[in-house]
Nanobody, 118 residues
Framework: QVQLVESGGGSVQAGGSLRLSCAAPRSIFITSTMAWHRQASGKQRELVAEITSEYSTNYADSVKGRFTISRDNAKNTVYLQMNSLNPEDTAVYYC????????????WGQGTQVTVSS
């Protein structure tokens, strides 16, 4: 299992924005679907957004129109731009990678806390 390195979490007031970043080894990044998941206190981990190696994207209904996932293959980095944040977005956010040969996310970051205050 490969460790992914996240950055960019923090605290923000409702209505604010944050951008999360996640770097991965190039050998796996370039052909992997990359995603952001989140887990709020007392809740199950959920998929927030994902982007394939061909740049197709998928979003949870709760974040559509507010969050944007993108990837920079030159930097082996995936981003999550989060706008119009609300307290319900408070959670630990995890970066994840799914190699082309896998059907589940196999590589995970350590998680970064995002806290949105009202």
């Amino acid at each position: 299992q490969v460790q992914l390195v996240e950055s960019g979490g923090g605290s923000v007031q409702a209505g604010g924005s944050l951008r999360l970043s996640c770097a991965a080894p190039r050998s796996i990044f370039i052909t992997s679907t990359m995603a952001w998941h989140r887990q709020a206190s007392g809740k199950q981990r959920e998929l927030v957004a994902e982007i394939t190696s061909e740049y197709s994207t998928n979003y949870a209904d709760s974040v559509k129109g507010r969050f944007t996932i993108s990837r920079d293959n030159a930097k082996n980095t995936v981003y999550l731009q989060m706008n119009s944040l609300n307290p319900e977005d408070t959670a630990v956010y995890y970066c994840a990678g799914k190699p082309s040969w896998a059907n589940i996310y196999r590589n995970w970051g350590q998680g970064t806390q995002v806290t949105v205050s009202s």
